[in-house]
């Protein structure tokens, strides 16, 4: 469609949204590999197999409607991406860390498993030159197991493809004293550890539950343990009253869950930044969250 009006967009954007969430929710499971075999006999890629059981899982009718065509067209062929599971089990932290089924307090440590053809969140949101938000959704063709950290029965932090490159560009940028808000798995900290450039990693955590587990289970298989020093303080707190006096190269703020609950942190965040001019900062799903505000 030509010549689309900066409204009928963000209503389409919206609508894509509201879609792609409701699916990731309650039906990421909806695809088979069955109903997939049954269109690619056709000569239809697997990809775009996928695409188009996405579209009928969203409720669009891409055959009949031609609205629905054209939101097939701008969104989901642009959306789906089908992954290798090789690619991320060769990632230092799949290979090296092994996560224990364990518990401390109320933070857990466990594994779970997206099924062949589940759908998820793979990168972060696209944002065309027209202005169209694209959310990237991935898949595989076999069961793939990642690690989880629950903290009171709630998944908080995974180590899944969407973790993997939406750290790619800070875990590159890493150089000096780095110092992370956040704590989790310990992703980023042991990737940016295996860094030259790397001294030092100083991670704030508040709970405490979360850095027992992780000095106990996950820190002794760092290959560079030494590097890193945890703090039990609140980010904020700690941004407001020891950040600008810490002379970090480098600042990682990984506090949010999701878009969801990240906005409103990360522009609270984002205010720390002119106490500390010689310090470079960056935000896990930035590109994300700013589509959102």
């Known amino acids: 469609m030509i010549g689309l009006g900066e409204n009928q967009i963000k209503e389409e954007n919206c609508k894509v949204f509201d879609l792609i969430s409701h699916y990731l929710l309650f039906n990421p499971d909806y695809i088979t590999q069955e109903d997939l075999d049954e269109i690619t006999r056709n000569g239809v890629s697997e990809e775009h197999a996928f695409q188009m059981l996405l579209?009928?899982?969203?409720?669009?009718?891409?055959d009949t409607c031609q609205h629905d065509r054209e939101l097939f067209e701008h969104y989901f062929t642009k959306m789906v991406r089908k992954l290798n599971p090789l690619k991320y089990m060769s990632n230092p932290h799949y290979k090296n860390i092994k996560i224990p089924a364990v518990?401390?307090?109320?933070?857990?440590?466990?594994y779970h498993f997206f099924k062949p053809y589940e759908g998820f969140i793979r990168d972060e949101i696209v944002l065309t030159k027209e202005g169209r938000k694209?959310?990237?959704i991935g898949f595989f063709d076999r069961e793939f197991r990642f690690s989880v950290m629950l903290e009171g029965g709630r998944v908080w932090m995974t180590i899944t493809p969407n973790e993997i490159e939406t750290m790619k560009v800070a875990v590159r940028e890493a150089a000096g004293h780095v110092l992370t808000f956040g704590?989790?798995?310990?992703y980023f900290a042991y990737m940016v550890t295996q860094k030259a450039e790397v001294k030092k990693v100083t991670v704030v955590?508040?709970?405490s539950d979360c850095i027992q587990l992780f000095k106990k289970y996950i820190l002794p298989q760092f290959h560079h343990s030494e590097k890193?020093?945890?703090i039990h303080d609140d980010a904020f707190s700690f941004a407001e009253t020891r950040l600008h006096k810490g002379k970090y190269d480098f600042v990682f703020t990984d506090l949010w869950h999701d878009v969801s609950d990240?906005?409103?942190l990360y522009i609270k965040m984002k205010n720390y930044e002119e106490k500390s001019p010689g310090t470079r900062f960056s935000y896990w799903i930035e590109k994300s969250i700013r589509c959102y505000i």
Do not use: R
């Open 55 to 62: 579209a009928a899982a969203c409720g669009l009718d891409i």
């Open 103 to 110: 518990n401390i307090g109320n933070c857990e440590l466990s």
């Open 134 to 136: 694209i959310p990237q």
């Open 183 to 186: 704590l989790g798995l310990g």
């Open 205 to 207: 955590e508040k709970n």
């Open 228 to 230: 890193v020093k945890i």
């Open 262 to 264: 990240g906005a409103e």
